[in-house]
Nanobody, 127 residues
Framework: QVQLVESGGGLVQAGGSLRLSCAAS????????MGWFRQAPGKEREFVAA???????????HYADSVKGRFTISRDNAKKTVYLQMNSLKSEDTAVYYC?????????????????WGQGTQVTVSS
């Protein structure tokens, strides 16, 4: 069983930056692919980014087209933490951001593939 706790959300002006963190406990963190999803009011939860450990020295990352070039996902296996650096924020990035973990290595963009979820952290971008 994996427990996930997000932090780092808040209110920021358009064009600003935020860094989200997700601390994991339980399970073998390095064996899980980690994803970030978001859900805006009245909208379905959508994929943002994912990161998986491919080998002892490499990771694979995936991004939604809407955040490519602005967001960066990273992980620190020693700290059992995954990060989402968000730059050049836009009002449309406003949402609750969720961290998720999956033991799978495919289907990163599908929320149904993630059995473990955090409680979410609110990100509000003012224009």
């Amino acid at each position: 069983q994996v427990q996930l706790v997000e932090s780092g959300g808040g209110l920021v002006q358009a064009g600003g930056s935020l860094r989200l963190s997700c601390a994991a406990s339980g399970g073998t963190f390095s064996s899980y692919a980690m994803g970030w999803f978001r859900q805006a009011p009245g909208k379905e939860r959508e994929f943002v980014a994912a990161i998986a450990v491919i080998s002892w020295s490499g990771v694979r990352t995936h991004y939604a087209d809407s955040v490519k070039g602005r967001f960066t996902i990273s992980r620190d296996n020693a700290k059992k933490t995954v990060y989402l650096q968000m730059n050049s924020l836009k009002s449309e990035d406003t949402a609750v951001y969720y961290c998720a973990a999956t033991p799978l290595v495919v289907g990163f963009q599908d929320s149904a593939q993630y059995p473990y979820w955090g409680q979410g952290t609110q990100v509000t971008v003012s224009s």
